[in-house]
């Protein structure tokens, strides 16, 4: 079985398209959720590497995780400037990566 939930699009990079395709698929005789990259580009369309999957059985699980993140969780905070160079003698300081 396969049913196809939706598609994000993910961007464009060098003429290639990425969407983000969402699907309920059978895998090994296992149903499960596949969040998966699909490209379309002059040299290759298809699915790519890049993805997940998620087991019926943790299904539950990955739906409470999800539901938990609010709308407020999700808003965009302002981006603080580091400076480019420290105070005289200091290294700059750096962001952490997320």
Same mark, same amino acid.
């Given at each position: 079985?396969?049913k196809?939930?939706?598609?994000i ?6 003429? =290639?398209?990425?969407d983000?395709? $969402?699907?309920i ?7 499960? $959720? ?20 998620i087991?019926? =059985?943790?299904?539950p ?16 905070e =302002? ?7 420290? $105070? ?5 300081k ?5």
């Open positions: 079985m396969e196809d939930i939706g598609k699009e993910k961007g464009e990079f060098q003429g =290639a398209v990425t983000i395709i $969402l699907r698929d059978d895998f090994a005789d296992k149903r499960g $959720l596949t969040i998966r990259e699909f490209v379309t580009s002059d040299r290759y369309t298809g699915f790519t590497k890049s993805g997940v999957r087991m019926a =059985a943790d299904f699980k990955f739906k409470e995780m999800i539901n938990s993140v609010t709308e407020e969780d999700m808003k965009e =302002a981006k603080k400037e580091v400076p480019k160079e420290g $105070l005289e003698g200091e290294k700059p750096e962001l952490p990566d997320y």
